[in-house]
């Protein structure tokens, strides 16, 4: 995984100017944020609170997927729900019990065996966040840790107080000592809607350490509407980044 960043067009970049300047990142794969989000951790020495704005929930446990294809391989029978749980679980925590938040190279080299989903609650078991909000068109899912709000589908691509409000959401929920990770799937935005932001994702913007961005171009222009053909990829990002430039005048 050494050359993961060329792989994933990772970008860098800047919003703001002065005081209020944040940095931020683009990769193409969701998961590949984590990285980030590590770096973040291992100059602040602070686990974050997330924030994520996605189409889908992506708080699969940490490499769900891989580590059930590996169980299957040993226990053939899928209905022997009991060993093939035991064998995932320890699959999962053989790859844990290898990883460091405080080790870049431990982390980038389980990459290639980590899903698109499950980069969030990776984070939380090591370390690296330690709560997360995640507002999602998909599900409300209830798990031990971390909050998922459900959007109506008349507020799908909306960043307006409204659609906040709609999903339960609200900014005390944060608190206001912990540092604040924004995380922005841009498969979000079925249609060019950055025009609908308020106050709220203004000030998530502005609180925001450090800021997120995944590209997911399959799922883009899957999700994208149909009536907005011309909608690129391309512009989505440029239109995210002008967004929060907006928000940290």
Known sequence: MENWKQAEHFRLFSAGQGILEKQG?????????????????????????????????????PFWLYSYQK???????????????????????????????????????????????EQIRTAMAL?????????????????????????????YGDLSDAMFESCGFSLESLGSKEPLVLDIDLDYFPSPSFDTAGPVFKTLVRRAAVISTARSRTYFDYL??????????????????????HCLE
Not at 31 to 48: D, E, H, M, N, T
Not at 135 to 155: D, F
């Open 71 to 117: 169980a299957l391989a040993k226990v053939p029978d899928i209905e022997d729900e009991k060993r093939l749980t035991e064998k995932q679980e320890a699959v999962q925590e053989k790859l844990l019990g290898g990883m460091d938040a405080r080790d870049t190279a431990s982390v980038t080299a389980q990459m290639s065996k980590m899903n698109n989903d």
């Open 25 to 61: 990142c683009v990769v193409d794969d969701h998961q590949y944020a984590i990285l980030f989000w590590q770096q973040w951790f291992q100059k602040s020495g602070r686990p974050a609170v997330l924030v994520s704005i996605d189409f889908h929930p992506d708080t699969d446990p």
């Open 224 to 245: 994208k509407d149909q009536k907005e053909k011309d909608f690129t990829m391309q512009q989505c990002e440029a239109g995210c980044l002008a967004l929060l430039n």
């Open 127 to 155: 370390g690296i966040l330690k709560d997360y909000h995640m507002i999602n068109c998909m599900a409300a899912h209830r798990y031990a840790q971390g909050t998922h709000y459900l959007v109506p589908e008349a507020h």
